[in-house]
């Protein structure tokens, strides 16, 4: 009997066992259902309490002895506590969705909102925004049905919405290339919300992020519906204190540190040390080039050319960055190509490792375009402005491994707490 866990499929992506086995002393797993096998698993109640995901949210309510009037009115049920053998359903994504719209401060009120998506977690979120007086809740769907709007009719008539949120799974792991709106299309929107957690960033909310509006990733919504779950099945309450300590500890855990900067300014050997303290996997992007080429970067430099060279730095990089937990070492021209960095930062903080001019190697034959002194002090100016625009931290790298490693890592620290503590515009 696995008393406490997660049905539905897949599930692969999920952060649920994580959060609950921080949250409390049980035992929690992970249980994909195939549709066959559901209501052999229902009736047997062989459980305490679970949650429900995709495709199940609707499809447990016929079995369910009480149902809580919000997930009653939302027609979803994503918690299911067992007592006595009576199954008592509840709603948390409801609760999640409230707390991230409070916690960052999204005026719903008289707003314009449109809900991409038509699943269980979009019925959810209407609901709190009926609650929050939006002014028009329009629900967009691809294959639109009872009153879902088409992407075509939102384009054609609705492209003055305020609040765009999405719960659909366009942009989710691993098309995280992907995104269900362009907001350049959308010049009154104010504020996104993207319920996906995985990436970390979606890209979304990452051009929500470059057009200075408010936005908030799924993250906190996943944490937060998961404790009002947990109290349910344990009834108790959880302090503020316990979320923001959980947030914190999966951002340290699954975000990737990004390490820019010129040539011989230290990435990879700073990016090793660094992975070994956060006990991180090292990626150096230059040696998954050479992999992926089966040549060594002068090579293809002789025989290819820079074009060549930065198609394959492109490729590489969009498929290192749909990982997670990794410290990422890039080679010195990775800023050259914007779509490098949208990519790494849908899961990554950008560290930039700036060194002493006069400190730089130049003349190395493995790094084609430090020919000479006076390359790479024309690189270095050129690049410059970009490592600053790009990068969340910056650090400057002329003393010892050691304290720039540890350095490194307080810094990722205080930039988490900092987004944390906001409530702001960035997680």
């Given at each position: 009997m696995s008393e406490y866990g997660l049905i539905g499929k897949p599930l692969s992506h999920s952060f649920s066992k994580i959060i609950h086995e921080k949250l409390a002393d049980y035992t929690y797993e992970l249980m994909p259902l195939d549709e066959?096998?559901?209501?052999?698993?229902?009736?047997?109640?062989?459980?305490?309490?679970?949650?429900?995901?995709?495709?199940?949210?609707?499809?447990?309510?016929?079995?369910?002895?009480?149902?809580?009037?919000?997930?009653?009115?939302?027609?979803?049920?994503?918690?299911?506590?067992?007592r006595d053998g009576k199954l008592y359903g509840y709603n948390t994504d409801y609760d999640g969705f409230d707390y991230m719209i409070q916690h960052h401060h999204v005026p719903i009120q008289n707003q314009k909102v449109l809900v991409l998506g038509n699943g269980g977690a979009a019925a959810a979120i209407k609901a709190v925004c009926r609650n929050h007086n939006a002014k028009q809740i329009l629900c967009v769907s691809r294959h639109p049905k009872d009153d879902a709007i088409s992407y075509k009719e939102v384009y054609t008539s609705h492209c003055d919405a305020n609040i765009i949120i999405n719960t659909s799974p366009v942009g989710m792991y691993p098309h995280i290339d992907e995104q269900a709106v362009d907001l350049n299309d959308f010049p009154k929107c104010k504020a996104v919300l993207d319920v996906v957690y995985n990436p970390i960033c979606t890209k979304l909310c990452l051009q929500a992020r470059e057009k200075g509006l408010l936005y908030a990733t799924g993250m906190e919504m996943l944490i937060v519906q998961a404790?009002?779950?947990?109290?349910?099945?344990?009834?108790?309450?959880?302090?503020?204190?316990?979320?923001?300590?959980?947030?914190?500890?999966?951002?340290?855990?699954?975000t990737n540190l990004v390490f820019i900067g010129m040539p011989s300014c230290g990435k990879s050997t700073i990016g090793k040390k660094v992975a070994q303290l956060s006990q991180k996997k090292f990626i150096d992007l230059d040696d998954e080039i050479e992999k992926e080429a089966k040549k060594t970067?002068?090579?293809?430099?002789?025989?290819?050319?820079?074009?060549?060279?930065?198609?394959?730095?492109?490729?590489?990089?969009?498929?290192?960055?749909?990982?997670?937990?990794?410290?990422?070492?890039?080679?010195?021209?990775?800023?050259?190509?914007?779509?490098?960095?949208?990519?790494?930062?849908?899961?990554?903080?950008?560290?930039?490792?700036?060194?002493?001019l006069n400190l730089l190697e130049s003349n190395d034959p493995n790094r084609p375009l430090s020919s000479s002194q006076k390359a790479v002090e024309d690189m270095y100016h050129q690049r410059m402005p970009y490592y600053l625009q790009y990068s969340d931290i910056q650090i400057v790298n002329n003393t010892n491994l050691n304290k720039i490693s540890q350095t490194s890592i307080q810094k990722v620290k205080d930039h988490i707490q900092d987004l944390i503590c906001t409530g702001g515009k960035t997680i």
């Open positions: 066959e096998d559901l209501d052999y698993f229902l009736r047997q109640k062989d459980f305490k309490g679970i949650n429900v995901t995709i495709p199940y949210k609707k499809t447990v309510i016929p079995y369910l002895d009480f149902i809580d009037e919000n997930a009653k009115a939302i027609g979803a049920v994503n918690t299911i506590v067992n404790i009002r779950a947990k109290e349910h099945f344990l009834q108790d309450t959880t302090p503020q204190k316990v979320i923001d300590q959980i947030l914190f500890d999966l951002l340290m855990e699954k970067i002068p090579e293809i430099f002789a025989e290819s050319g820079e074009v060549v060279f930065r198609e394959l730095e492109t490729k590489v990089t969009k498929r290192i960055s749909a990982n997670q937990n990794l410290v990422i070492a890039c080679g010195g021209g990775i800023i050259k190509n914007k779509i490098n960095i949208d990519m790494l930062r849908l899961n990554g903080i950008l560290i930039f490792l700036d060194r002493d």
